[in-house]
């Protein structure tokens, strides 16, 4: 195989009574790509332990690697954090890949693109296309109440706010709680929700389902 790699709005605050914290099986919990990049991270519905891959912008007849790394988005694929390759042609509508590691620890993952397209996602470098949390059971949590305790408030839509614009780093426990409006990542969408919950208990997350 040829390697390409070289390698603001008002707060209002309310007590609310905790509801039950959330378990889950073994397998891939949430995935996110970076935004703007045309690839889409998404875990497989019929079998958590595989995360589709797809990159619509792919230049025809290209050929691109998926890398899937432990470690952090700054540190670039290397035979030590690698967890998984793979090696593709892109045909007309893009490239997708099927990414599923055989043996992963509790975590977070890093999936990487490189590519010898001229330009694009992993245009010649490997590049940081998202990532993926894997758990062989959650950590216990309470969906809206970041902070653990106790309470769903402003307190808790302020911490999310903070860590979407990158100014706090959260637990793994943390961001299973604050993704409440059911759409993989951590934005403004989710703070808003929280506040209305803190307003009104009647509220409800999508990520709580029916």
């Known amino acids: 195989m040829r390697k390409w790699f070289v390698c603001g709005f008002l707060v209002l605050a ?9 378990l889950a099986a073994d397998g891939i919990q949430s995935a996110a790509s970076v935004a703007g990049n045309n690839v889409t991270l998404a875990v497989d519905q019929n079998n958590p332990d595989k995360l589709n891959v797809t990159y619509s912008g792919a230049s025809a007849g290209s050929e691109y690697v998926v890398f899937a790394t432990s470690g952090g988005a700054s540190e670039a694929p290397t035979e ?6 793979d090696q593709k042609t892109a045909g007309s509508g893009g490239v997708s890949f099927v990414v599923y590691p055989k043996t992963l620890t509790n975590g977070t993952y890093q999936v990487w693109m490189s590519s010898n397209a001229a330009t694009g996602v992993g245009a010649r470098n490997a590049q940081n296309i998202g990532n993926f949390v894997y758990y062989t059971e959650k950590p216990a949590y309470t969906l809206g109440d970041v902070n653990s ?12 706010l903070r860590y979407a614009v990158g100014n706090v780093e959260l637990t793994e426990a943390q961001k299973l709680a604050a993704e409440v409006n059911g759409i993989t990542g951590i934005n403004s969408g989710d703070a808003i929700l929280i506040l209305q919950r803190a307003v009104d208990d009647t509220v409800k997350f999508p990520a709580e389902g029916n």
């Open 14 to 22: 309310l007590s609310l009574a905790m509801s039950t914290a959330a």
């Open 149 to 160: 305790d106790g309470r769903i408030n402003s307190t808790d839509a302020i911490l999310v």
């Open 80 to 85: 030590s954090n690698l967890v998984y390759i």
